[in-house]
């Protein structure tokens, strides 16, 4: 577990930087969905991340294949990269970006529940229970926003919610894995995974894999964007960021990112910011608050 040292201001800047580089990740997205579909947009920022992280070297204990610790990885792939970019990039094709942003930041309540429920790793407390309502009515408004909007598509915010779900085991399988590794090596070998099953897939559907609009300036762009910087770049500087100020301070930074996106949404791609939107976004960003509020609490007592 990473403590508080270093240099805080770096930290905070550091921080600062991660989430409004990810809060960008959906405007770019859904750029790029003008000329590539969903599946190569994944294959394409994954290939990029894995060779910007195959570049950078950290130590790694030899040992043999473990079964066990493969499978965790291929389900952290799943989790965490395959199955949540496809249902973000294709809710992106039918909802607003910042409807998307603002559902996927449900994630880490969701995540939370889960290791309540099926883990029974923690108790649902009454604050992390009042956490949770907020935030589901907060999703419940920002789905009626997509709704009644005629442009929208309730599958799209549908998808982002599955989006969300599927984040949400991302964390509780990461946990599992116990191979000793250096956080990029981990990472680098989860994107290593989702490469060869997005392609898998894609090439079972009898999907192209090569787009030639993927090498258009504002699409090459828009990809290097998200592999370099968003993927390979963000990763590293979020850890500093947690060396520097410690998990709960850091975290707490997650929660500019909805807002990041639905400011560039506004002003990028003139989608519409609607009372119920705003609403949603401060009922879901309150009961995250209510809930990192109880962790550290329950940290601190601990």
């Not at 590539?36 to 991340?49: F, G, N, S, T, V």
């Not at 998307?100 to 995540?111: D, F, K, R, Y």
């Not at 998200?226 to 100020?245: E, F, H, K, P, Q």
Request: proline share 4%; glycine share 6%; with cysteine.
């Amino acid at each position: 577990m990473h403590t508080t040292q270093g240099n805080p201001i770096a930290g905070h800047l550091l921080a600062l930087f991660s989430v409004i580089v990810w809060g960008w990740t959906f405007i770019s997205t859904r750029i790029l969905l003008d000329g590539l579909d969903p599946y190569q947009i994944l294959l394409y920022r994954c290939l990029i991340a894995w060779l910007v992280l195959s570049l950078l070297r950290f130590p790694h204990p030899r040992s043999a294949l473990n079964p066990r610790h493969e499978g965790l990885y291929f389900l952290a792939s799943l989790c965490g990269v395959s199955l949540y970019f496809v249902c973000e990039n294709i809710a992106l094709t039918k909802t607003y970006a910042s409807n998307a942003a603002l559902i996927v930041t449900v994630s880490p309540l969701l995540s939370v529940l889960f290791n309540a429920l099926i883990f029974r790793r923690q108790r649902l407390s009454l604050v992390t229970l009042s956490g949770l309502v907020l935030s589901f009515a907060g999703v419940a408004l920002v789905i009626t926003n997509g709704a009644l909007n005629i442009h929208l598509s309730p599958a799209g915010d549908a998808l982002a919610l599955l989006a969300a779900l599927s984040w949400a085991f991302f964390p509780l399988v990461l946990r599992q894995i116990d191979d000793g590794a250096h956080p990029v090596v981990k990472t680098r070998k989860i994107f290593r995974y989702s490469i060869l099953t997005v392609a898998l897939f894609m090439w079972s559907r009898d999907m192209p894999l090569f787009n030639p609009h993927a090498f258009a300036a504002i699409n090459l762009c828009n990809l290097l964007f998200l592999g370099v910087i968003a993927s390979a770049l963000c990763y590293l500087s979020w850890d500093r960021a947690v060396v520097n100020l410690g998990v709960r301070k850091t975290m707490a930074y997650m929660y500019l990112v909805p807002f990041v996106t639905v400011l560039s949404g506004h002003l990028l791609l003139r989608e519409t910011i609607t009372p119920l939107m705003l609403g949603g976004g401060l009922l879901i960003l309150a009961g995250l608050y209510l809930n990192n509020r109880q962790q550290a609490g329950a940290s601190s007592a601990g």
